[in-house]
């Protein structure tokens, strides 16, 4: 027994240890989705807002041709050579990714105004300045021997960081201009990266390219401490700017290639965009992010998208000029065209198998088509049948509309009289109500008279064995009896009434005007005139008979009820 239960145990646990393992995985699939979707939805947002960007960049190119216009109006006025010297660099700055043929006009005009000032450091800087956009062109021999004529010793602490900046930059575009020589690709990757531990020691962390310089040191040090803390703070800077500037586009492209080192295809594809969208802002016709992105979207099979960025890359290309970029944005074109190219077989394959399908499908349709159209033909020799069959059924129908408009006829008739004997009904209940409440009030009127009748002879005889005959006189003489009698009689016939007519003194004053309605004293139930018309509502209409009821005269009875057809709302010509 022990034994089995410690089996029965382990099974126990067993079964609870894969239970946990299928909700762990369950669950990390749930978080893998849901990121996937997040991440899937964040970049579709990222791209429709390149692609707006993209859609208006013939309106930050006017704001741009705008500014240097201003700059050149301020430029024909200048008189001083300092100021031309400044004015030109703000052109310069606003030219040397926009169009490198009119930038390098300032260019030279700055080392001529240099050399007239006998600035030989300035002289230095601008030489600098056309080394990097002869570069930019494409002309490496010529930017090469331009370096050669710079003097290191009159350079300051900023120039010196950007000669070797722009040696950098020169090195890194032969490298893509010499493409699969290995040796003197390996060679220029090692100046390069001498260079660049050499101008480390030149630059601060206030310099504004500081963070993207360090970035490109990256390959050097992947995943250590040093390159987190670059990256961390790098995209710190680029969350936070608004994608506008060069500086923004130059920190965004150094973060997209951190994480290509890193193998996170995610985020270099998002900075990559982040840097496009800054570019574009900023006029930057040297674009090397939106060329990588489309490259990368060519990768991932959207083709569309690619073509248009990397048409958009050619175009600024050709602008510009940049030959060794020209070059590479040719490589990936021919990509996506031969893309575009498999694409259209396969779309011409699927359109011949569509048009065969087409085919069989219309030899079916024609097939149906036929056959519906006999079916049409029995479908109208039937419907002919039907007209016939529905015209005699109307005929019938008439006739039941006939006779049930007669029913209809006769119903009504019928409803009318039997509303006629429901009020006849009505009154008969409410006479014999009335009457059952009136002769149990008479019965009772009498035997209280026959009573009171009784006690009067009794009192009477009393009286006359007594001998007293004066106040037998004084009894019969007087009036007291017959005053109380009737006031108790009025009384007991105002409540009587009221009993089975509760509402008729409201009733009553309804018919009259406001400043006439009737109000009881204190203790009244009904007054003269109340009880003329109460008579009245038990149907006695004759006015003796009101007048013998009521003890008056009948001219009374005639006075009041006048008098009460005057003060109603409206005249009667009889009493109700």
């Given amino acids: 027994l022990h034994k089995e239960y410690r089996r029965q145990r382990q099974m126990c646990i067993r079964d609870r240890f894969f239970m946990m393992r299928r909700i762990s995985a369950l669950l990390l699939l749930l978080v893998v989705s849901g990121t996937l979707y997040s991440r899937s939805n964040e970049m579709s947002l990222l791209l429709a807002r390149l692609d707006s960007v993209l859609a208006n960049s013939g309106k930050y190119v006017l704001e741009k041709e705008e500014r240097i216009e201003e700059l050149q109006g301020k430029r024909a006025s200048a008189l001083k050579l300092e100021d031309k010297l400044w004015i030109n660099k703000m052109l310069y700055d606003e030219y040397f990714v926009y169009n490198a043929d009119s930038a390098m006009a300032y260019v030279d005009d700055n080392i001529e105004i240099a050399g007239l000032l006998g600035r030989k450091d300035k002289k230095q800087e601008w030489i600098l300045n056309k080394v990097f956009l002869l570069t930019a062109q494409g002309l490496l021999h010529e930017a090469e021997k331009e370096l050669q004529h710079v003097d290191m010793a009159s350079l300051g602490e900023e120039t010196i960081f950007q000669y070797y900046d722009t040696k950098i930059y020169l090195y890194s575009h032969l490298v893509q201009f010499i493409g699969s020589r290995l040796e003197m690709v390996n060679s220029y990757h090692t100046l390069e990266t001498e260079l660049k531990h050499e101008a480390k020691h030149h630059i601060t962390p206030e310099h504004p390219s500081y963070y993207s310089f360090c970035a490109s040191l990256h390959k050097e040090y992947p995943r250590s401490a040093e390159g987190d803390s670059i990256k961390a703070k790098l995209k710190e800077i680029v969350d936070k700017s608004l994608l506008a500037t060069r500086t923004d586009a130059i920190n965004a492209y150094a973060l997209a290639v951190m994480y290509y080192n890193e193998g996170d295809e995610y985020n270099y594809e998002k900075y990559l965009a982040c840097s496009a969208i800054a570019d574009i802002k900023n006029c930057n016709r040297d674009i090397a992010s939106l060329e990588e992105l489309s490259n990368m ?88 049948k039907l007209d016939e069959a529905n015209r005699l059924l109307n005929l019938h129908v008439g006739e039941l509309s006939d006779a049930h408009r007669m029913l209809a006829d006769v119903n009504k008739e019928l409803s009318e009289i039997n509303e006629r004997l429901k009020e006849s009904n009505n009154r008969l209940l409410e006479s014999n109500y009335v009457k059952e409440e009136y002769i149990g009030y008479v019965f009772s009127l009498c035997s209280n008279y026959i009573t009171k009748l009784e006690e009067y002879r009794k009192n009477i005889g009393r009286k006359l064995k007594a001998g007293q005959i004066d106040d037998i006189k004084s009894l019969v003489s007087g009036n007291t009896i017959v005053q109380g009698e009737l006031k108790e009689f009025y009384h007991s016939f105002d409540a009587i009434f009221l009993h089975v007519y509760p509402d008729f003194v409201e009733d009553f004053n309804s018919l009259l005007r406001d400043e006439e309605r009737i109000v009881l004293k204190e203790g009244e139930l009904l007054n003269t005139e109340l009880r003329i018309y109460a008579l009245v509502r038990l149907g006695i209409n004759d006015s003796v008979k009101i007048a013998e009821f009521l003890h008056c005269s009948p001219q009374t009875v005639y006075n009041n009820r006048l008098k009460t057809r005057n003060k109603a709302c409206l005249l009667y010509t009889s009493d109700a």
């Fill in 297 to 384: 979207l060519y990768l991932q099979g959207d083709i569309d998208r690619g073509y248009v960025y990397i048409s958009h890359c050619l175009k600024a290309a050709l602008l510009y000029p940049n030959r060794v970029r020209v070059i590479n944005i040719s490589a990936v074109m021919d990509k996506l065209q031969h893309a575009y190219s498999q694409r259209n077989e396969m779309q011409e394959g699927k359109l011949r198998k569509s048009l065969r399908i087409v085919s069989i499908l219309s030899v079916v349709l024609f097939v149906s088509v036929l056959f519906i159209c006999l079916q049409f033909g029995k479908l109208s020799r039937s419907r002919k």
